[in-house]
C-alpha cells in the first residue's frame, strides 16, 4: 500500500471522529511537539514543552478562517460563511448565523481588543458588507462599509490621532484592501476609515501602496511584464496602541511596510528587508522561477506599546522570517530566520502580540516538501498548521518555541499545498490570537476532513 493510501485511510478515519462531534469537544486532542530553538534553527536546552493541542469546531467552511478572543476569554472564529463562538476555552462551539449578513468567498471576521466588540465584512463586488454585535453575537448592527477595494480587505481599531475626531465608538476603524490590479494582478493598496464605529466610511486619502516601482520604470523593474509596476498584497493591517496604522505587504518580490500618523491620509514605506518575498507569476523584478507560483505575497504586521514592531514573512527560501523594528517602524534589523528544526517549507504568516509584548506566529509548514527549487511534484507533501511564541523577542537572542498542531500523521492538508498557496480550502490566510492566560490560538482549515475549521492551542510558556 502506499504512503498516500495509508494517509487516506488515516484521514477518512479522522473524519468520522469529527463527525460525531458536531461541533463540540469533550476534550482536546493532542497536537505534535512544540520544540525550543534560537533563530537560524539552533535546538535550544529547556526543561519543559508548552502543549500542542486541536479543537474541532464541527463547522464545515472552506478558506480564510480568522480568529479574535475578547478580553473575557470568549474566542471568536469565522471562515467563509458562519461565525462560531466559543465561551468555555474551545470545548464546545455555538453557531451564531448573522441574519441580513450574505457571506462571501472572501471574508474577514475582526475582534477590538479594547472593546471586544466583533466585526464581520464579506467583500460583495467591490464593496463590503459589515455587520458588528456588542452582546456576544446575541443581536447585530449592519452597515455598508468601504467600496473602491477588490480583495484582501482587513480590519483593525485603535485609538484616534489629531484630526480624527469619533462618535459614538472610542476607537478609529480602518479597512485596507487591494484596490487596483491588471489583468489580475495586484498594483495597490487603498484604505478606508471609520469615525463612528463602522456605520459611514470614507477613503483615507493616497494608497498606502501604489505605482510606480520604488526601483524605478526600467526594463525590468516591475512584475508582470510591466515596467515599473510591482505585484503583490497586503496582509492583515493593525493599529499600534499610540495610533499608528501599519500596512505590511510584499511588494516586487520584497517585503514592505508601509505606515501612517494621520489615519491615512500621509504614508510612510519602509523595504522591511533584502531576502525577498515570491509575489509575481510570471517575471519581472526579483524573477520568480517558473512553478513557483504567487504564493508568499501577504505578510504580518504587530506592534507593542513601547514602540516594537514585529513583521513576519515568507522569504525566497520558502522559510519564515521576522524583523524587529525599534523605533516604531522607521528602520528594522536584521532578518530573523523561525523555522523550527526540520521545516522544509512555510506559507501563510500572521501574528499577534499581547500586553507583556510576547509575540505569536502561526503559519502551514512541511516537513517533506520537494524543496528548492521546488518545482517537482507535490503529490504527497503534507502540510499543517504551526503555532509558536518568543515570550522574550527583544532579547539578543531569542529563545523560540514552535510547532504542529498536529501529530505528523494527521496534517491539514495533503497534496493540496505547494509550490504555491494552499490554494483548496485554505486560499488566502489562516490568523492566530493571544488568549487573556498567555496561550496562543490559531485558526486552521481542515482539508482533509471536508474542510473543517479548526481551531490549534500552544500552551502559555512559562
Not at 494582478?185 to 463612528?196: E, I, K, N
Not at 509558536?388 to 493540496?416: N, Q
Request: glycine share 14%.
Amino acid at each position: 500500500m502506499s504512503l498516500r493510501k495509508r494517509m487516506s485511510l488515516t484521514l477518512v478515519a479522522g473524519a468520522v471522529v469529527a463527525g460525531a462531534l458536531a461541533g463540540a469537544s469533550d476534550a482536546a486532542a493532542p497536537g505534535g511537539k512544540a520544540v525550543a530553538f534560537y533563530p537560524g534553527g539552533a535546538r535550544a536546552a529547556a526543561k519543559s514543552a508548552p502543549r500542542l493541542e486541536t479543537y474541532r469546531t464541527g463547522q464545515r467552511q472552506i478558506g480564510e478562517p480568522n480568529i479574535g478572543i475578547a478580553k473575557d476569554g470568549t474566542i471568536w472564529a469565522s471562515a467563509m460563511t458562519n461565525v462560531v463562538r466559543s465561551t468555555d476555552r474551545g470545548k464546545s462551539w455555538k453557531l451564531l448565523p448573522i441574519t441580513g449578513h450574505a457571506a462571501t468567498l472572501d471574508p474577514y471576521l475582526y475582534v477590538d481588543p479594547a472593546t471586544s466588540r466583533v466585526y464581520k465584512s464579506d467583500l460583495a463586488g467591490t464593496c463590503q458588507v459589515l455587520s458588528w454585535s456588542d452582546d456576544k453575537g446575541a443581536t447585530w448592527t449592519h452597515a455598508p462599509a468601504a467600496c473602491n477595494q477588490s480583495d484582501h480587505q482587513s480590519i483593525a481599531a485603535g485609538p484616534p490621532v489629531a484630526g480624527l475626531p469619533v462618535t459614538g465608538y472610542e476607537n478609529v476603524l480602518y479597512n485596507c484592501s487591494q484596490t487596483l490590479g491588471y489583468n489580475g494582478y495586484s498594483f495597490a493598496t487603498g484604505c478606508a476609515r471609520s469615525l463612528d464605529g463602522g456605520l459611514s466610511w470614507t477613503p483615507t486619502g493616497t494608497f498606502a501602496f501604489a505605482d510606480p516601482s520604488p526601483y524605478g520604470v526600467g526594463e525590468g523593474s516591475g512584475d508582470a511584464g510591466i515596467p515599473g509596476h510591482c505585484n503583490g498584497d497586503n496582509g492583515p493591517i493593525f493599529v499600534a496602541p499610540y495610533g499608528r496604522l501599519f500596512v505590511p505587504r510584499g511588494w516586487c518580490n520584497q517585503p514592505w511596510l508601509a505606515w501612517s500618523d494621520d489615519g491615512g491620509t500621509t504614508w510612510t514605506r519602509v523595504e522591511v528587508a533584502k531576502n525577498g518575498m515570491n509575489t509575481s507569476t510570471s517575471g519581472g523584478f526579483g524573477f520568480v522561477a517558473p512553478g513557483s507560483g504567487q504564493s508568499d505575497h501577504e505578510a504580518a504586521v504587530v506592534a507593542d506599546k513601547a514602540g516594537n514592531v514585529y513583521y513576519m514573512w515568507v522569504a525566497k527560501d520558502r522559510l519564515p522570517y521576522l524583523a524587529i523594528s525599534r523605533d516604531k517602524g522607521k528602520t528594522f534589523g536584521p532578518p530573523l530566520k523561525v523555522a523550527p528544526p526540520g521545516l522544509k517549507e512555510a506559507w501563510g504568516p500572521a501574528l499577534d502580540v499581547d500586553s507583556k509584548g510576547r509575540v505569536a506566529m502561526a503559519y502551514m509548514g512541511s516537513t517533506n516538501s520537494p524543496g528548492k527549487p521546488w518545482t517537482g511534484s507535490y503529490a504527497d507533501t503534507t502540510f499543517t498548521g504551526y503555532l509558536g511564541v518568543i515570550s522574550k523577542p527583544l532579547d539578543k537572542k531569542p529563545l523560540i518555541w514552535a510547532g504542529p498542531v498536529t501529530p505528523a500523521k494527521t496534517p491539514f492538508a495533503y497534496g493540496k499545498c505547494g509550490p504555491g498557496r494552499c490554494n483548496e480550502g485554505v486560499l488566502d490566510f489562516i490568523d492566530v490570537a493571544f488568549a487573556p492566560d498567555g496561550s496562543v490560538w490559531g485558526a486552521f482549515i481542515d482539508t482533509s476532513l471536508s474542510d473543517e475549521l479548526i481551531m490549534g492551542k500552544l500552551g502559555t510558556v512559562r
